[in-house]
């Protein structure tokens, strides 16, 4: 049972079968989204050398037709892998594929490659070519071989050069991971600018680099971005890295300066500017490799990550697939010009069908579990929580602060408390022996509160030897200026469990294989275990339709 359908997801995008990890060149052209991705099309695995990029196309972002693979590890300068790389729409609308192309030379060697639509007419970009000119960046002679890649998207300077930002680590094997620039007048010729982008000695080597403009608030997204030209009507920049060993992805908010080219970012006393693994998260559980694209149709920035399996490699084979992205989220700066908030795509709610509306009003006393009936293991579950209590807090430790996980580990959801834990238990089965909690603790904080938001999956899966970490992050909102109230958003999806708190300042992404799920008879609850009061001042839930997503589902058609 435990290979069998129960746990594939039905609206989070994945290929049909085989191996996939990175979101890659993720665009919107000619009225067609595309998405690539790292795809092994041998199988289930990773498999460096065999590495291509699967494409897919969208009219929604939520159903998605799977084309021909748009590059394969077939060239002299690529030959041992297509990896991770990044799409900019040039001059004339003719997209262009910046990629890393791994070389098997006896030893290893990553090289910056391009590509262009072989018919810029076709519709859909079906066929991609590599120019016999690649590498377009070779390996520098300061990085070594096995550390040079995942070129951003393009953006263009007020010198009317192109910019790039690849991830390398400088100056031999112990060397700075940084984020070089290269610049470009044709996108062919690129000259290494002397100055990283940014560099973190601690943080050894990163990955799969990210920077774009945020409009402060009252400007409208659509007159920054790389995608309407030059990145200098922005005033503020996200940049976002992900640092290999931690396998995680943390951004800063900062000021880039288009002139030099470097990002300084702009963090909280607790946080270190040159250690880029103490910045924010845009997730909070396991996510990796993220990657945003301007999207021109609906004036907004997309995110995707990828968010891995946690099962055993034997069981990724014997179901044939393996790795999802999260749903698309939009993107945007929150009002405190600190942080970054996240929302699934406004298209996901097309999906929404049986609505079952909840605990309206309902009071959760100490220890009580309220049972919303009928929603499953596709569903979409808005909740207000409102916290007449506050002033029961306990006291938060500052020790606690860089280290959220940590207080969830040890506080999971049956630990008793004051202020919470309260909040949702999902992909439950009906004795609830099975159940994934995602709730909050508020703790007091120098005069104000503390938010604490968790996943916990220590009851995920009544299997054994499997991976059930509790996750966590800070909810950043003053909680007595939202009305003492605090939101949560579940998207339940089999195996995904995609949460955004505080109204998408804090997300976290879980993978959950519970054995229940073989049969439809998934639950959710709402639960407080703190002694006090918590009220639902609203709570929606809707069963979810499946997408269409890379297998063909009804009359998914393009047009
Ligand atoms: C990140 C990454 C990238 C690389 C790709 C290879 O997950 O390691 O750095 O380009 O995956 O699949």
């Known amino acids: 049972a435990r290979h069998g359908v129960g746990i594939r997801p039905a609206y989070h995008f994945l ?3 085989n191996w996939q990890n990175d979101p890659n060149g993720p665009m919107y052209h000619n009225g067609v989204y595309h998405l690539f991705y790292q795809y092994n099309p041998l199988g289930a695995t990773w498999g460096a050398g065999n590495l291509s990029w699967g494409h897919s196309i969208s009219r929604d972002l939520v159903n998605w037709a799977a084309l021909d693979t748009a590059l394969d590890p077939t060239a002299p300068f690529d030959n041992n892998g297509c990896w991770s790389g990044s799409a900019t729409i040039l001059p004339g609308s003719i997209p262009a594929l910046m990629y890393t192309g791994r070389i098997d030379a006896g030893k290893e060697v990553q090289v910056q490659n391009v590509a262009f639509p072989k018919n810029p007419a076709d519709p859909l970009l079906r066929e991609w070519v590599k120019p016999a000119y690649n590498p377009v960046i070779p390996l520098p002679a300061d990085v070594p071989g096995d550390n040079f890649r995942d070129p951003t998207t393009a953006w263009v300077g007020r010198d009317g ?31 290494r600018n002397a100055l990283p982008l940014y560099t973190s000695r601690a943080a050894g080597m990163v990955e799969c680099p990210d920077l774009f403009p945020v409009a402060e608030p009252g400007v409208e997204e659509g007159r920054l971005g790389y995608a ?3 990145a200098s009507g922005a005033v503020r920049h996200v940049l976002k890295l992900s640092v290999m060993n931690t396998t995680q992805d943390y951004y800063a908010v900062g000021r880039y300066d288009d002139v030099v080219d470097t990002f300084v970012p702009e963090v ?14 845009f997730d909070y559980g396991h996510v990796y490799a993220s990657k945003s694209f301007f999207d021109s149709s609906k004036n907004r920035r997309v995110l995707w990550a990828w968010a891995n399996e946690s099962d055993s490699q034997d069981n990724d084979i014997a179901r044939g697939w393996s790795g999802v ?13 600190k942080q970054v908030r996240q929302w699934p795509i406004e298209e996901i709610e097309t ?8 605990l309206l009003g309902a009071q959760v006393n100490a220890g009580g579990v309220n049972k919303i009936i009928g929603v499953g293991a596709q569903a979409d579950v808005e909740a207000i929580f409102e916290i007449p209590s506050l002033e029961e807090a306990e006291t938060f430790q500052p020790n606690w602060l860089l280290d959220p996980q940590k207080l969830c580990e040890e506080n999971g959801a049956s630990v008793p408390g004051r202020v919470g834990p309260f909040g949702l238990l999902v992909m439950a089965s009906s004795n609830m022996q ?25 009851r995920s899966t009544g299997r054994d030897n499997m991976y059930k970490p509790s996750y966590g992050g800070f909810v950043d909102i003053d909680i007595e200026q939202q009305g003492r109230t ?15 708190g505080g109204g998408g300042r804090t997300c976290i992404t879980a993978r959950v294989y519970p054995e229940h799920a073989e049969n439809k008879n998934s639950h959710v609850f709402v639960f407080n275990n703190g002694t006090g009061l918590v009220k639902v001042s609203k709570l929606e839930a809707w069963r979810l339709a499946m997408a269409s997503v890379n297998v063909v589902h009804g009359h998914f058609s393009l047009k």
């Not at 945007?332 to 010009?337: F, I, P, S, T, Y």
Request: overall charge positive; some cysteine.
């Open 15 to 17: 290929p049909a079968k």
């Open 161 to 191: 050069l192109w910019r790039i930002a690849v991830a390398a680590k400088v100056g031999g094997p112990n060397g700075i991971a940084s984020t070089l620039i290269y610049r470009s007048k044709d996108f062919r010729h690129w000259k």
């Open 228 to 230: 309407s030209g030059p």
């Open 268 to 281: 909280d006393a607790e946080r270190n500017a040159d250690d880029c693994r103490t910045w924010r998260r």
């Open 325 to 337: 992205q999260t749903v698309p989220r939009k993107v945007w700066l929150d009002e405190d010009g």
């Open 351 to 358: 999906l929404r069908s049986k609505r079952v509306v909840g």
């Open 434 to 458: 099975e159940h994934t909690a995602i709730f909050f603790r508020v703790f007091r904080h120098n005069q104000k509160y503390k938010v604490l938001m968790c996943t916990d999956l220590t």
């Open 486 to 500: 605090i939101s949560l958003r579940t998207l339940i999806d089999h195996s995904v469990v995609e949460s955004f």
